[in-house]
């Protein structure tokens, strides 16, 4: 089992920044991707970023070049900078770790979620 724990969100206003921060524990096995999802009201839950453990990262086309993710595997945490934030961006910002397990196959584990509120 594994538990993700979320933090950084708040209310910002739009051009401003804001670094979240995932801290994972439990079950950690050393191949795995993080990642950042989020989800709006009335919106279906949507991919920001994911970070693999060989550091290969992906991003949505809407968050390129204004965020960026990274990982520290000493703490088993991801980041996620956001940077020129856009009223668009509020939402509910969801951790995610996915990871093959010996026994169990893929498993991903979610947060709870941080808000994101960019309004002016």
């Known amino acids: 089992q594994v538990h993700l724990a979320e933090s950084g969100g708040g209310l910002v206003q739009p051009g401003e920044s804001l670094r979240l921060s995932c801290t994972a524990s439990?079950?950690?096995?050393?191949?795995?991707?993080m990642g950042w999802y989020r989800q709006a009201p009335g919106n279906e839950r949507e991919l920001v970023a994911t970070?693999?453990?060989?550091?290969?990262?992906t991003y949505a086309d809407s968050v390129k070049g204004r965020f960026t993710i990274s990982r520290d595997d000493d703490k088993n945490t991801v980041f996620l900078q956001m940077d020129n934030l856009a009223p668009d961006d509020t939402a509910v910002y969801v951790c995610?770790?996915?990871?093959?397990?010996?026994?169990?196959?893929?498993?991903?584990?979610w947060g709870l979620g941080t808000q994101v509120t960019v309004s002016s």
């Open positions: 995610n770790l996915g990871q093959v397990e010996p026994q169990n196959g893929v498993q991903h584990y």
């Open positions: 439990g079950r950690i096995f050393g191949w795995n991707t």
């Open positions: 970070i693999t453990s060989q550091l290969a990262t």
